[in-house]
């Protein structure tokens, strides 16, 4: 299955996306960018496609997916009700050049590295990172950059997570003739 280049739209002045999704079912095909994108189901299940791993999701699922991994969500024919996540998409440099390169930072930049396969979080981890993403939903400013990379450091500091992706898959993509086409 070939992945579709997204073009993602940021505010201006914004560090990173917040969005909302509430569907009769989860429509976006497979797909990239190069943000990277964190994914709470709130409410839905159904088959989650992660670069070469394909599994099940279900009300709760939260996933720290890299930049350029391609990605999707489908639902069950049977699924009834409503289509429920919440996104964040940032990039890299979201909070500048070097941010992630501070020593200070060393755990989310290895964090980061790991995104390359997807990453599937579980446990205490998984509830804390809800809780978390929702207190970013919920804020402006400062507070809400504050609530992220308390978010990033929650998760870096994790080993209740699972690789989605095999170590060998390379989705072989070219972003950069992606977004000139685009």
Known sequence: M????????????DSFI?????????????????EFEITWIVSS?????????VGRFDEGDFVLHGA???????????????AHSRVIQFREDCLGDDFFDLAEMSLVKALLEKTKRGLWFQGDTRQEAIERLELIFMSEGLRRITHFINLLDSLSCSTE????????????LNS???ERIN
């Open 161 to 172: 997570y699972e690789y989605l992706a095999s170590e060998y898959f390379s989705p072989g």
């Open 18 to 34: 917040c969005q909302e999704y509430q569907l009769p079912s989860f429509d976006s095909p497979y797909h990239y960018h190069p």
């Open 2 to 13: 070939k992945a579709a280049f997204e073009k993602i739209q940021k505010g201006s002045g």
């Open 45 to 53: 299940s159904g088959q989650r496609l992660v670069g070469d791993h």
């Open 176 to 178: 950069r003739q992606a």
């Open 68 to 82: 350029n991994l391609p990605h999707a969500y489908y639902n069950d024919a049977s699924f009834v009700g409503v």
